[in-house]
């Protein structure tokens, strides 16, 4: 493995499809264990398959992943990891006139688009707004901070989540 490789592991080379028909495809599997994208995103078992398609405006990236992201519970704030599911597509067009019509992202010059971009977008995503570490997770102390789940204080409680 180069290090090219290991700092960029979701960099594709699509320079080939430049001189590909329209309709050629191409299909790409991924495995991670862990992976670290850009900036400051974290997820294990990253999963999935996704494709490039030539089209007559460019490439459209068809992508179905999945992955377990590291979240916090919305009631007891400790950490808990999310299991998450995307499908998604993305247009990235030839030429910069086209860009600007469309609203899409462009082919680099250099043929290699960066995925981490888009997959870690679409992943946050599906991040659920309310996260809880089990059903019926008891919360924190509104006055002491006390994980519930862990122990009781003193206090009086009588938060009902339902």
């Not at 001189?19 to 994208?37: A, L, M, Q, T």
């Not at 068809?62 to 999310?82: N, T, W, Y």
Request: proline share 6%.
């Amino acid at each position: 493995m180069t290090m090219e490789q290991i700092r960029h592991p979701l960099r594709t080379n699509v320079g080939y499809f430049l001189n590909k028909p329209i309709g050629y495809s191409r299909e790409f599997e991924i495995d991670f264990p862990h992976i670290f994208i850009e900036p400051d995103f974290h997820a294990d078992n990253l999963k999935g398959t996704y494709s490039f398609s030539r089209t007559s405006e460019g490439l459209l990236l068809q992508a179905d992943l999945e992955a377990d992201i590291k979240g916090q519970c919305s009631r007891c704030l400790e950490p808990v990891m999310v299991h998450v599911c995307t499908k998604f597509e993305e247009l990235y067009v030839f030429e910069t006139r086209m860009k600007e019509e469309l609203d899409e992202e462009e082919v680099p010059n250099d043929g290699y688009i960066e995925l981490g971009v888009p997959f870690r977008d679409y992943l946050l995503l599906e991040m659920p707004i309310n996260t809880l570490c089990q059903p019926d997770c008891k919360g924190i102390c509104i006055d002491c901070g006390q994980n519930l789940n862990a122990g009781t204080c003193e206090h009086n409680h009588s938060v009902d989540y339902s």
